[in-house]
């Protein structure tokens, strides 16, 4: 899917901030949910952030690297696996007490984390928040993702089926699916070229298919009934 970095970190975020609200969590602090811009030119959004709301602690949600996509070197890069679970950062923009107090709530719950080591920086928003204010503890979640950067980047198709089976067994259920598939190529129609358009359909019509099915094979097997609204782009054509 074309954009999973970032669009997959503000998920995440958007997930937690729900389910606080649908748990009815009463935090003690005041909690800022933020999806930052422009951090691939320089970490940009989250540095206007960070002057703004000012933070006493931040925890960044991105991307990391699956090390076992080809042309990627495990002795530079680390081991770092699709479907493994989240990777915690250690890094010199990360503070180490925040760190462990995440290691230690992924341990309580039983939750399967992968760990990367940094050198000068995170190459993430984390960078921003970490050096900011006279100095900001800060801590790095990442989600291994393979092919970054490109218009075919993946994740672990069980994960998806996982996080949609788990919003029906544990989380209230599902009853609406809204597909908002885009892949957009600044090109006249005819000078567009056959690998662009192919894209295209495996965005577009491939993936809105794939998450279709396996949200109505749940509905069917649960017996429930629920609403599909599929939106395509007629923008790249």
């Excluded at 958007?14 to 951090?39: C, D, M, W």
């Excluded at 010199?92 to 920086?121: C, D, G, T, W």
């Amino acid at each position: 899917c074309r954009a999973l970095d970032n669009r997959i970190g503000g998920f995440m975020i958007a997930e937690v901030a729900r389910l606080l609200h649908e748990n009815k969590k009463k935090l003690p602090f005041g909690l800022y949910i933020t999806n930052s811009v422009q951090e691939e030119v320089g970490l940009r959004g989250a540095e206007m952030i960070t002057k703004t709301i000012r933070p006493n602690v931040a925890i960044v949600t991105d991307v990391t690297h699956d090390t076992t996509t080809p042309m990627m070197n495990q002795k530079t890069q680390g081991d770092c696996e699709i479907n493994k679970g989240p990777v915690i950062s250690y890094a010199p923009a990360v503070q180490q007490k925040l760190r462990e107090l995440i290691i230690k709530a992924a341990e309580k719950n039983k939750i399967p984390f992968q760990r990367a080591a940094s050198s000068r920086y995170t190459g993430t928003d984390t960078d921003a928040f970490a050096y900011s204010n006279g100095g900001v503890p800060s801590a790095l979640i990442s989600l291994p993702l393979r092919y970054m950067h490109t218009t075919v980047e993946m994740v672990h198709k069980n994960d998806v089926e996982n996080v949609i089976k788990e919003g029906f067994n544990k989380f209230s259920g599902i009853d609406m699916l809204i597909n908002n598939a885009a892949g957009n190529f600044i090109s006249p129609t005819e000078r567009l070229s056959a690998n662009a358009f192919s894209v295209i359909i495996d965005i577009v019509l491939k993936g809105t298919c794939n998450y279709t099915l396996t949200l109505g094979k749940q509905w069917i097997k649960n017996k429930t009934a629920g609403t599909i609204l599929n939106i395509a782009t007629t923008y790249a054509m």
